[in-house]
């Protein structure tokens, strides 16, 4: 199937998934070798996919390990200019859904050998929760909301690089 990310006049849309995987007050983040920031482990939904189905197929190409999802925790709904995919400063669209993985014993000692969609080498990293502010972290708002997980589901809307709460 193909994934959910299409081109509109004035620019693209994305809906992707998140995994937010906690473990020993740490959270595991995602670094690519050619971007600066911190990201979850993840991806796009491909058309005719859940976004539970999505987040845990994505978390088994990414780690390797079937995880299981405790709840929603987010919804960020991200608008930004960009230069990805061949797109030259085009309007980017993107609805990410982020859930809550169950605790798992299998989780120590992953590894990851996935690439990024721009091809870029990517590795696994336990980022301290309450150190999460000395990271450069995308979604921005993990630094904070991650220290005190409500059991609400946030909405988060981020535009020109401020994020803030949604009703």
């Known amino acids: 199937m193909t994934d959910i990310t299409f081109k509109m ?11 937010i995987i906690i473990n020993d007050n740490k959270v595991l983040m995602v670094k690519n070798e050619n971007f600066p920031y ?13 976004s539970e189905d999505a ?8 780690i390797g390990i079937i995880l299981e999802i405790d709840r929603l925790a987010f ?6 200019v960009g230069s990805i995919f061949g797109a ?6 993107e609805v990410a859904f982020y859930y809550l993985m169950k605790q798992s ?7 990851c050998t996935s ?9 696994l990293h336990w980022l301290p929760l309450t150190e999460l502010l000395n990271y450069d972290l995308f979604p921005d708002f993990y630094k904070t909301e ?16 401020h994020t803030v709460r949604g009703k």
């Open 9 to 19: 006049d004035g620019g693209y849309f994305f809906h992707k998934v998140g995994a």
């Open 146 to 161: 991650l220290l005190d997980l409500k059991k609400e589901v946030g909405h988060f809307v981020t535009m020109k690089g």
């Open 75 to 80: 919804i960020h709904e991200n608008y930004f």
């Open 105 to 111: 014993d299998e989780i120590k000692g992953i590894k």
């Open 55 to 62: 987040v845990l197929r994505e978390t088994f190409e990414e």
């Open 115 to 123: 690439m990024g969609a721009d091809g870029g080498a990517e590795s």
């Open 38 to 50: 911190f990201y979850p482990v993840g991806g796009r939904v491909t058309l005719g996919e859940t």
């Open 88 to 93: 030259k400063d085009e309007l980017f669209h």
